[in-house]
């Protein structure tokens, strides 16, 4: 394998990233300056700031495909060269966009708390330690099952189809242990990436305890986001529902949602939201989004695949075709679809663990209502230069309003229930 066209392709792509890390340090020094000048962001100066880090986004996003496309000669060297190349650059991007992200959340209120509480973060290299460590074991799992099938092929002395079948059906192993391992440890790896501790509120413990025991759910492990500056109020769970021990599931909250719980309709409030998440175990929601992020993602790299495959067949017989071409656009086609296909089965899923929660679980529907307007208005003062409100979806949620839409007739149903309760007993 040469290494010195890859060396290249590195330095190249890491030139647009290293240009946005500087520029990020320049604007977070700017920022500093004037936060000694100004108590307060306004939403102006927060959707001003916002505006800036974008377009510098887009620019840095543009010059990476240009350093892509003047480097291309550079690829098709060798088919070592092409493949990492694709993969260095698909890296860059990605990395370039973290930082992006991280730079956006910190111009929002209550980012200054970072600097005031610096013990209440993971430090970089531990946080990167472990993402890398899940890393290592995803891509572990899904080359050694390839490499015990290339044993097995040499070992029986199978060659042709029978050898292609083997190594195929080991990659399709490993490709979904790979999966399931991602799935099954995202609560184990989470705990030592995010800085959190285990709920101690023994009244709100024994809360969650009874509805999980109602629900006839496997209770999961409580604990709290111990980061002050996470402002939003959210609540989520990780793992699987039926894995035990140190795989057991999580259930997690943010220290916003657990901070207004004195009042009676804002523990019904709360229960309601933590009943929403129950129904998301209870429907095996997890296990569906697993079973189509394998199917979206299975499809994405099997194109991938192919198109590599043509791509080194084709230089290799001198044939120019435009064949590779078209299947990596296809690939690139894919993708958008797949994303957008878990997009929407994971706003579908949300309606049906609202709809569960109050028909199954036996949340107030009233209650889920005036929880999701108060998530919903302290989150968007949040955001408020992000246009999301009760009216627009998110990533992974449809909109609030649509929620509210589906839940008003169950709730005008509890209400007439109600009512007529009343008279009976009157």
């Given at each position: ?41 306004t ?45 260095i650059?698909?890296f ?30 993971r ?68 705990k ?78 709360f ?5 929403h ?11 569906q ?6 199917i ?74 005036s ?56």
């Amino acid at each position: 394998m040469e290494l010195k066209p890859i060396l290249g392709l590195l330095i190249a792509s890491a030139i647009p990233v290293v240009m946005f890390a500087l520029w990020s340090e320049y604007f977070r020094g700017g920022l500093d300056t004037k936060g000694s000048e100004e108590s307060e962001s306004t939403e102006e100066t927060i959707a001003d700031h916002t505006l800036r880090i974008r377009i510098a986004g887009l620019l840095s996003t543009l010059l990476q495909l240009f350093v892509f496309l003047v480097t291309t000669p550079v690829r098709q060297e060798s088919s070592s060269a092409s493949v990492a190349g694709l993969f260095i650059v698909l890296f860059a991007l990605i990395f370039q966009r973290s930082l992006q992200y991280r730079l956006e959340r910190e111009i929002l209120p209550g980012s200054d708390e970072r600097q005031s509480n610096p013990d209440s973060y993971r430090s970089p290299p531990s946080t990167f330690f472990w993402a890398l460590a899940g890393t290592a074991l995803y891509m572990g799992i899904l080359f050694g099952t390839v490499f015990s099938s290339a044993v097995a092929v040499a070992a029986f002395r199978l060659n042709g189809s029978a050898a292609i079948a083997v190594i195929g059906l080991g990659a399709l192993t490993g490709f979904t242990l790979a999966m399931g391992s991602n799935f099954a440890f995202s609560s184990w790896f989470l705990k030592r990436m995010v800085p959190s501790e285990p709920l101690s509120d023994a009244k709100v413990i024994a809360v969650l305890e009874k509805i999980f025991l109602e629900s006839g759910v496997q209770a999961p492990e409580f604990r709290r986001i111990s980061i002050d500056s996470v402002r939003s109020a959210n609540a989520w769970v990780t793992g699987f529902p039926t894995f035990t021990g140190p795989l057991r599931p999580v259930l997690w909250f943010t220290p916003a949602l657990l901070a207004e719980l004195e009042s009676p309709e804002q523990q019904l409030e709360f229960e309601a939201v933590v009943k929403h998440e129950v129904a998301h175990m209870k429907l095996h929601h997890l296990s569906q989004r697993f079973r189509l992020a394998w199917i979206c993602s299975l499809t994405v790299f099997s194109s991938l695949a192919l198109s590599m495959a043509l791509n080194i067949f084709f230089r290799s017989q001198s044939i120019g075709s435009a064949l590779p071409l078209l299947t990596m656009a296809a690939s690139i086609g894919l993708v958008v679809f797949s994303f957008r296909k878990l997009q929407r089965q994971l706003q579908k899923q949300e309606l049906e663990a609202d709809r569960y929660s109050v028909v199954g679980l036996g949340a107030s529907a009233a209650s889920l209502i005036s929880a999701l307007k108060r998530i919903d208005t302290w989150n968007s003062r949040l955001t408020a230069s992000s246009s999301v409100g009760l009216t627009q979806e998110n990533t992974s949620h449809p909109a609030v309003q649509d929620r509210i839409a589906a839940l008003e007739f169950l709730a005008a149903k509890e209400r007439v229930e109600n009512q007529d309760s009343i008279k009976k007993a009157a």
